[in-house]
Structure formats: C-alpha cells, structure tokens
C-alpha cells in the first residue's frame, strides 16, 4: 500500500533515488542541490511503499494566485498505478481553487498531463539554466 505524505522534512538522498530511477532530468548526483531544492520549497508531497520513497511531487507557490509545480517524479517501477495522479491532485488540493497549477513538460510526458485535467499553454516564455 502507499503512503502519501505532505511533510517538508525529506531526506535529498530519496528524493534523488526517485529521480534516478524515474528517468526524470535532475541533478541526482548532487544531494547538496537537491537538499536545496527541498529546503526552498513551498509544497512537497512524497510516496512511500514501507520506507521507500517511489514518488515525490515539488511545487513553489504563493497560495493566492499561482503555483508552479517544479517536480513530479515517480520511480519507473511505480507509475502506472495512479501515483503521480494522486501526487498532482494532492498538490492542487493543497493550492486550492484561487490557484492556477502551471508547469513544464518533459517531452517524454507531454502526452501525460491532459489526462490529469491540464490545459496545454502556447504562452509559456523561458530562460533556461547554465548548469
């Protein structure tokens, strides 16, 4: 059975693991990076089998206007099980109604999140990293 679980305090050497094995495009190999990620977060929601972590959904947020949910992994022998699903309408429930849910696709999911009630935007502008 999973486990959601909405507490801020997370190990970044999970959240890694579940991005290694999700196949998402993360730093993985930087557990500082990753510990600052979680450490400037407004929302985390995590999936857990026993002491697991198999999913982790990251969102930055003003809880008024918009919210931007930065990361929704799920460990690839996990998905496919309604986890991310689950994970994505934890965070809008948290967010609620005044807020819009906005992210970034991987081209690998663009095909993913309409089933999850998103809208595709043609609007989006981006600065993209340097490392």
Same mark, same amino acid.
């Given at each position: /059975? =999973? =486990?959601?679980?909405?507490?801020?305090?997370?190990?970044?050497?999970?959240?890694?693991?579940?991005? %290694?094995?999700?196949? $998402?495009?993360?730093?993985?190999?930087?557990?500082?990076?990753?510990? %600052? /990620?979680?450490?400037?977060?407004?929302?985390? $929601? @995590?999936?857990?089998?026993?002491?697991? /972590?198999?999913?982790?959904? %990251?969102?930055?947020?003003?809880?008024?206007?918009?919210?931007? +949910?930065?990361? +929704?992994?799920?460990?690839?022998?996990?998905?496919?099980?309604? =986890?991310?699903?689950?994970?994505?309408?934890?965070?809008? @429930?948290?967010?609620?109604?005044?807020?819009?849910?906005?992210?970034?696709?991987?081209?690998?999911?663009?095909?993913?999140?309409?089933?999850?009630?998103?809208?595709?935007?043609?609007?989006?502008?981006? /600065? @993209?990293?340097?490392?």
């Amino acid at each position: /059975m =999973i =486990i959601f679980s909405d507490k801020k305090e997370q190990n970044a050497r999970d959240v890694a693991e579940v991005f %290694r094995n999700s196949g $998402i495009i993360r730093p993985y190999e930087e557990v500082e990076r990753i510990q %600052r /990620m979680i450490d400037n977060t407004d929302i985390i $929601i @995590t999936a857990w089998d026993d002491d697991k /972590m198999v999913g982790v959904a %990251r969102a930055i947020t003003d809880y008024s206007y918009s919210c931007y +949910l930065s990361d +929704l992994a799920v460990d690839q022998r996990y998905q496919n099980h309604g =986890i991310g699903k689950e994970l994505v309408q934890r965070v809008h @429930t948290k967010i609620g109604d005044e807020c819009s849910l906005i992210l970034l696709a991987a081209p690998t999911a663009v095909d993913y999140y309409p089933k999850l009630g998103f809208e595709k935007a043609d609007k989006a502008f981006l /600065m @993209t990293r340097k490392k």
